[in-house]
T-cell receptor
Framework: SQTIHQWPATLVQPVGSPLSLECTVEGTSNPNLYWYRQAAGRGLQLLFYSVGIGQISSEVPQNLSASRPQDRQFILSSKKLLLSDSGFYLC????????????FGPGTRLLVL | AQTVTQSQPEMSVQEAETVTLSCTYDTSESDYYLFWYKQPPSRQMILVIRQEAYKQQNATENRFSVNFQKAAKSFSLKISDSQLGDAAMYFCAYRSLYSGAGSYQLTFGKGTKLSVIP
């Protein structure tokens, strides 16, 4: 089964600073990869998904972007953070012959001050 | 578009007792998946159980079972012999069986916070 790593675990950044969150996956190949955001006390919001290297689909217009430079690497970025970007960011992976279940990484806590 | 509703923002259960969390969904599709995920204080999302809509038999995983009522579009989670480690947020999620764009994205409810009383 796959293992999903997210880095960093926690991040405190000033408004206007850049952002780079990384997600890497082990134990599988050609996965679908997803970035979700969870604001405090709320459900999960899908931000981006990728079905392959260089292929990114955006679900919500915002100042964030995503890239997939390698098969098992998914990066979430921003050039200038906003206060509203604070939240918990989860990376998820969907793979296997049945493409049935998304599995999640441990998440990154982002606080923008 | 599909929607998922969890009408119980918070619930509590006595340790060793049974609790049922409710979930309803709205869809025009006939084939889909339903999931329950658990989010403990660490906030990592953990799969609890999955149900395929084409299967009439309710899914079970040890102390966790579901009551899937397709016609009523209801998907409740029953936790038997509740343990302190079951305390968490529980999210119900829907996924279409097929995805033309390849997204296979999940639609989540807003969650139910379960407390377990010792």
């Amino acid at each position: 089964s796959q293992t999903i790593h997210q880095w960093p675990a926690t991040l405190v950044q000033p408004v206007g600073s850049p952002l780079s969150l990384e997600c890497t996956v082990e134990g599988t190949s050609n996965p679908n990869l997803y970035w979700y955001r969870q604001a405090a006390g709320r459900g999960l919001q899908l931000l981006f998904y990728s079905v392959g290297i260089g292929q990114i689909s955006s679900e919500v217009p915002q100042n964030l972007s995503a890239s997939r430079p390698q098969d098992r690497q998914f990066i979430l970025s921003s050039k200038k953070l906003l206060l509203s970007d604070s939240g918990f960011y989860l990376c998820a992976c969907l793979s296997g012959t049945g493409l049935e279940t998304q599995y999640f990484g441990p998440g990154t806590r982002l606080l923008v001050l | 578009a599909q929607t998922v509703t969890q009408s119980q923002p918070e619930m509590s259960v006595q340790e060793a007792e049974t609790v049922t969390l409710s979930c309803t969904y709205d869809t025009s599709e006939s084939d889909y998946y339903l999931f329950w995920y658990k989010q403990p204080p660490s906030r990592q999302m953990i799969l609890v159980i999955r149900q395929e809509a084409y299967k009439q038999q309710n899914a079970t995983e040890n102390r966790f079972s579901v009551n899937f009522q397709k016609a009523a579009k209801s998907f409740s989670l029953k936790i038997s012999d509740s343990q302190l480690g079951d305390a968490a947020m529980y999210f119900c999620a829907y996924r279409s069986l097929y995805s033309g764009a390849g997204s296979y994205q999940l639609t989540f409810g807003k969650g139910t916070k379960l407390s377990v009383i010792p």
